[in-house]
């Protein structure tokens, strides 16, 4: 089975590598040129055009920034429905809105496509550890055929359900994490204020019943107060915004949309996400 890769931006790259290392044929295409080097030096094949991918791979996957990206890919002017693409499978690990996952299967459909939303939980370092924990949304049988190649790729792989349901799981989960990335925040500040060191909180937060992977994986960022991007700020403030466009309305999930949405809008978008703790300080 060869598999077609679309999108080489910081994750893609890294799960793409996975796969060959487990032995499998990648071809890959970019819309920037160039980006390639890296996997064609691992082994992987780069194609001049989408529709030399198409031709010559069974499964394709897709990883790009936005719902905006995805449709370009699936249903733009030249894009993967114009193609002749009957009976083969596409995993998209984008992501995006459920409704915009539910609109490219449906188009699929139409032409033979087979389509599974299936975006990751994890950045940059789980990527390339084949860590991700994987949410799948489409029919079963196209999971299965799937999941030996998610299995590369990360170390959970879920169905949950039709077309729809992985990116909303997506959300939710990405809902947390901004939430928790802010609450550290706070509570490190809120201590700061009363006279108790930044990494003497960290170190207390990582001994108790809430420390976690991901704060103890921040703290070397937080202490030098330096954010390079692992999960960019931007892409967090496009989940919390699609996770309230899905109709999320609590009380935490309205606070943390507008403070992310304020950090973006103050320039903190090419930053880690943990830069929050910058906004809130007020730097």
Known sequence: M????????????????NLLAAGYDVCVWNRTPGKAAPLVALGAKETATLSDLVAQCDVLFTMVSDDDAVKAIYTGTD???SLSIQGKLAVDMSTISPGTSRYIAEQA???????????????VGPAKEGKLVIMVGGEQADFK???PMLDKL???????????????????????????????????????SLGIGTEQMLD??????VGTPLIRG?????????????????????????????????????????????????????????AILRHLEGK
């Open 145 to 147: 055929v799937a999941k």
């Open 218 to 274: 921040k703290a070397a960022s937080i202490l030098a107060d330096n954010y390079p991007a692992a999960f960019a700020l931007k892409h967090m403030a496009k989940d919390l915004r699609l996770a309230n466009e899905a109709g999320v309305s609590t009380p935490l999930a309205e606070s943390v949309n507008a403070t992310y949405r304020h950090a973006l809008e103050e320039g903190l978008g090419e930053l880690d996400l943990m």
């Open 204 to 209: 207390i937060i990582s001994e108790s019943a």
């Open 109 to 123: 459909q139409e032409v033979g496509l087979r389509f599974l939303d299936a975006p990751v939980s994890g950045s």
């Open 79 to 81: 894009g993967l429905l």
């Open 154 to 192: 990360g170390k959970a792989a879920f169905y949950l359900g039709p077309n729809g349901a992985g990116t909303s799981a997506k959300l939710a989960i990405n809902l947390l994490l901004g939430i928790t990335v802010q609450g550290v925040s706070e509570t490190l500040l809120f201590a700061r």
């Open 2 to 17: 060869i598999i077609g890769w679309i999108g080489l931006g910081n994750m893609g790259i890294p799960m793409a590598s």
